[in-house]
């Protein structure tokens, strides 16, 4: 008898984001330079019970995707295996729906499962690896909110989206001298929001990490007015909490498997700025214009070196491992470090900082105070200056 072939499971599971498919090139030309035939389930974790849905992958129906949005295996992020429903509350899947998985992986002989997602997906890839199914990750989120790696892919096209919308709101905003709020997504994470709002000369940005007043952002609006700015640009992340209010959401699922659904946070703080200013404020929610489209040049890349090293994590049997990217290289980490706990913005970071240092409000204080001023310049005896600055950026 011959060898058995060897074959490798894909699936993409959660909100889709660009750079999915960028992965799943990336898993199927390295999987066939190392022998693996390459099979992908259709529609996330639910192509593994039945009906059991899977397609075959080569090298002929995944070409020309690299720079296609979206995923060409569908995804969801509802069904039968949702493991997340909150921040930090995890359900676990039913074990008849674990056993349907394993023996659907077993039948076809896969030597080990890549699921691509972001921690809801994972968490789901964790409790296969602890049932027996092999199992490795690639960490796919907008939200950038997966611990144990700088980036995940997506993060960046999502950023570009955001930025790309601020600037075309910039100029309308200056026109007619409005005070303009974005919304984007981000969850319970600020990533996007602090990233975009830099990128994009944002005034104010607001994010669920930061507690932030109506009065102080009102005050930075009057202040720039003071300077003769006569319009402000506010971008707020989903899920920055109202001021003794909490979140915004667009409905709260009674089905303990599924998170809130946020989203309308943008409206509201638009609407209590012109109350309270008497000032023409407008409000735009970017939603789902985030998760399409073609990837990034930096995703494309990132997102390609996941799946190579995925397929390396697969034949050297390191199961239950996520690829991170640790600059400047790929590394691996277990699942379970990635969903353990939300990788959410550092307050008191670097790029907050640098933010605070250019004048743009966190809504967390009366004035702009540049987190530097406090910074002196000491003249030692030999006459050469040096600088003391009690600033301590973050690790």
Not at 190 to 196: E, N, P, Q, R, T
Not at 335 to 349: F, M, R, Y
Request: with cysteine; charged share 20%; hydrophobic share 40%.
């Amino acid at each position: 008898m011959g060898k058995p072939q060897k074959r490798l499971g894909i699936l993409t599971s959660g909100g889709d984001c660009p750079g999915l498919n960028a992965v799943i090139r990336g898993v199927v030309k390295s999987g066939l330079q190392l022998g693996y035939d390459c099979v992908g389930f259709i529609k996330g974790y639910e192509g593994l019970v039945d009906p059991v849905t899977y397609i075959p992958l080569n090298h002929k129906n995944t070409a020309g995707i690299l720079n296609l949005g979206g995923t060409i295996l569908g995804s969801t992020n509802k069904g039968r295996f949702a493991a997340r429903s909150g921040v930090d509350d995890t359900v676990r899947i039913d074990p008849e729906m674990m056993k349907a998985a394993q023996l659907t992986v077993e039948q076809l002989g896969l030597d080990g499962l890549i699921c691509i997602g972001g921690d809801g997906s994972l968490t789901i890839a964790q409790q296969f690896h602890e049932f027996g199914i092999p199992v490795v990750g690639v960490p796919k989120t907008i939200d950038n909110d997966l611990r144990a790696t700088a980036y995940t892919f997506g993060f960046d096209s999502a950023v570009a989206c955001a930025t790309d919308a601020l600037d075309r709101l910039h100029t309308t905003a200056a026109s007619h001298e409005r005070i303009m709020v974005m919304e984007v997504m981000g969850r319970h994470a600020g990533h996007i929001a602090l990233h975009s709002g830099i990128a994009g000369g944002g005034d104010v940005i607001l994010i669920p990490e930061i507690n932030w007043t109506f009065e102080h952002v009102c005050q930075k609006i009057l202040e720039r007015e003071t300077k003769g700015k006569k319009f402000t640009l506010v971008v707020v992340a989903e899920g920055a909490m109202l001021p003794n209010e909490g979140l915004v959401c667009q409905e709260r699922r009674g089905d303990g498997a599924k998170q809130v659904r946020l989203g309308g946070v943008g409206n509201v703080v638009a609407a209590e700025i012109e109350s309270r200013l008497q000032r023409e404020t407008r409000c735009v929610i970017l939603g789902h214009l985030q998760r399409g489209g073609p990837p990034t040049t930096f995703d494309r890349v990132l997102a390609t070196q996941f799946g190579a090293h995925a397929v390396r994590l697969v034949h050297e049997r390191k199961f239950g491992q996520m690829v991170c990217f640790q600059p400047p290289n790929i590394d691996a980490v277990p699942i379970v470090d990635a969903v353990s706990k939300l990788l959410q913005v550092d307050p008191h970071g670097s790029a907050v900082q640098s933010a605070r240092a250019l004048g743009i409000s966190f809504g967390d204080s009366p004035a702009d105070d540049s987190p530097f001023r406090h910074i002196r310049v000491e003249e030692p005896e030999n006459g050469e200056l040096a600088e003391t600055s009690e600033f301590q950026p973050s690790a």
